[in-house]
């Protein structure tokens, strides 16, 4: 199982760090980040794989992901948060770090990270 955690309310502006446990997942699997605003698909983020990560144009330059093996955690660092990056996050792993969400077999639950003023 994949668990998140670390969303919460911010202001436009701030940064927020998110976790995902991911046990025996990170060192032999793709990680990634999606997210779903309320109305709205599904839509990649970020994903990380032997070292290689790949972002969404939105997230480039913005947000980091990151993986720790000896913690088995995959991590988004999000700085400059906008209204818009309002959503719910979720961590997922797969095979390959594609952005498909369809590429990704296992779901955490979802964080909620709220950017308002």
């Known amino acids: 199982h994949l668990v998140e955690s670390g969303g919460g309310l911010v202001q436009p502006g701030d940064s927020l760090r998110l976790t995902c446990v991911a046990p025996?997942?990170?060192?032999?699997?793709?990680m990634a980040w999606f997210r779903q605003a309320p109305g709205k698909e599904r839509e990649f983020v970020a994903a990380?794989?032997?070292?290689?990560?790949y972002y969404s144009e939105d997230a480039k330059g913005r947000f980091d992901i990151d993986v720790d093996n000896s913690k088995d955690e995959v991590y988004l660092q999000m700085n400059s948060l906008k209204p818009e990056d309002t959503a719910v996050y979720y961590c997922?792993?797969?095979?390959?770090?594609?952005?498909?969400?369809?590429?990704?077999?296992?779901w955490g639950q979802g964080t909620q990270v709220t950017v308002s003023s």
């Open positions: 025996q997942r990170t060192a032999s699997y793709a």
């Open positions: 990380i794989r032997a070292g290689f990560a």
């Open positions: 997922a792993s797969g095979h390959l770090a594609r952005r498909s969400k369809d590429d990704y077999g296992d």
